[in-house]
């Protein structure tokens, strides 16, 4: 592999790393600031952490992602991921809904998760398992 070839893997990691850095700090903004003052929109946390699961499991038992014929694994993980997004989006919502939280929070959650889904969207776009990058060389 070519240095150049390194030099455009690590640049983009730092750009997903940065693009996810915003996100979360949108966030906790969310959380923190005085006038929200509730921690409750932080459990998105986990909805991020589990987002990517689905995929990786699909990848690690699955030789083709391209969509080129389908595959019972593939659909079901596809639907995890998605219910685990749009669970995402709707805690701040419900919660905005019951009063647990402020709208200007729940506002803050969702572009938060915005950023941070396009961000997960974008490594699994950017990084994928036929190119030859490989994270063993950091």
């Known amino acids: 592999m070519t240095s150049t070839c390194k030099m455009a893997g690590i640049k983009s990691l730092i750009v997903l790393a940065f693009a996810l850095a915003c996100g979360l700090t949108l966030v906790v903004l969310g959380c923190a600031l005085k006038p929200f003052g509730q921690w409750w929109p932080m459990f998105v946390l986990f909805f991020y952490v ?3 699961v689905p995929t990786v499991i699909a990848r690690k038992y699955t030789a083709d992602l391209s969509g080129g014929a389908s595959n019972a694994l593939i659909e079901l993980c596809v639907f995890l991921t998605t219910g685990i997004v749009v669970s995402a989006f709707g805690l701040p919502l419900v919660l905005a809904h019951t ?6 929070a729940a506002g803050l959650t969702l572009a938060g998760n915005t950023v941070c889904f396009f961000t997960i969207l974008a490594y699994f776009v950017i990084f994928k398992s036929d190119d030859d990058f490989e994270f063993s060389v950091f």
């Open 99 to 104: 009063g647990a939280i402020m709208w200007g």
């Open 50 to 52: 589990l987002c990517p």
